[in-house]
């Protein structure tokens, strides 16, 4: 019975696991390098988890540096959702790309399909120097 019990139990675990509920986020910005519009930049969206990171979407910038990216994902918690801009913008001929990451208030979650509001990320200007900024050798195009 109690071996029933514990095999019950997980199945229910690993069930919600995989159910989960729906989760949307949006996030627009603007580019810039050197107060010039920063255009075929990748952006990727994901969900910052304690081990891998979930990949929710990605993007590039479009020619005057604008973007938008959404993204939808199961999860049983809520979504810790971030973006990652990677660019070579004052960069020299350094190699890997800088990845800058922006922390998404949670507020900006929907639940369901679609976001119902987008987080505005403003304008970034990428020519800066920016806490926490990494280089990355394997997000290129």
């Not at 109690?2 to 986020?25: D, E, K, N, P, W």
């Not at 990727?44 to 479009?62: F, G, M, P, R, V």
């Not at 809520?78 to 990845?99: A, M, S, V, W």
């Not at 929907?110 to 505005?120: E, I, N, P, W």
């Amino acid at each position: 019975m109690f071996r029933l019990f514990v095999f019950s139990t997980l199945l229910g675990c690993a069930y919600a696991g995989l159910i989960g509920f729906t989760q949307s986020i949006a996030v627009k910005g603007q580019l810039m390098c050197n107060d010039k519009p920063a255009n075929n930049v990748r952006i990727k969206l994901y969900d910052d988890d304690a081990l891998i990171d979930d990949h929710l979407a990605s993007s590039e910038s479009n020619a005057d540096g604008s973007f938008n990216i959404s993204g939808t994902d199961n999860e049983v918690t809520r979504l810790d959702p971030k973006i990652n801009i990677y660019h070579d913008c004052d960069d020299g001929f350094t190699p890997c790309q800088r990845r800058i990451t922006i922390y998404i208030p949670r507020k900006y979650i929907t639940k369901g399909l679609h976001a119902d509001q987008v987080y505005d990320a403003g304008v970034i200007q990428l020519a800066g120097k920016f806490s926490g900024e990494t280089r990355d050798c394997i997000h290129r195009h």
